[in-house]
């Protein structure tokens, strides 16, 4: 497996930052990099493969990854939604998409009282960050 860059590691420990710091800190989403492939037959591409998991009540800012985003749920339930889209609660087994142009507006756990996790493939350009926020 090849080692991530420092770049993406960054860019993957700034996407757990909170955006503000409200009065109660907001539990923290944790990321866990599991591996990147170069894609030798799509020049400049890479996949990049993550799980995330929710912490109860946890939730992602708004963002976009300007990426191909694959989304499958492993453990609790989580609610996405992208710009335009229709929300949706999914459950283990179930999947989401997000293309490149889309913008993230709901990601979430739908639990108050426990965590949620998602294994998520990006097919990104090289080096590109991973989440971009968006106002």
């Not at 799509?42 to 929710?54: H, R």
Request: proline letters at 10%; one cysteine or more; charged letters at 20%.
């Amino acid at each position: 497996m090849p080692a991530l860059t420092k770049r993406t590691l960054l860019t993957l420990l700034l996407a757990c930052v909170p955006l503000a710091q409200p009065a109660m800190a907001a539990p923290e989403i944790s990321v866990t990099p599991l591996m990147t492939q170069i894609l030798a037959d799509y020049p400049g591409k890479e996949a990049l493969m993550i799980t995330v998991t929710y912490p109860p009540g946890g939730a992602d800012p708004v963002h976009r990854h300007n990426a191909h985003g694959f989304i499958y749920v492993l453990e609790g339930t989580v609610v996405m939604q992208v710009k335009g889209g229709k929300e949706v609660t999914l459950k283990p087994g179930q999947t989401f998409y997000e293309g490149p142009d889309d913008v993230h507006v709901v990601g979430r756990n739908a639990s108050k009282t426990k965590p949620a996790k998602f294994l998520v493939l990006l097919l990104k350009d090289k080096d590109a960050p991973v989440l971009v926020p968006v106002k």
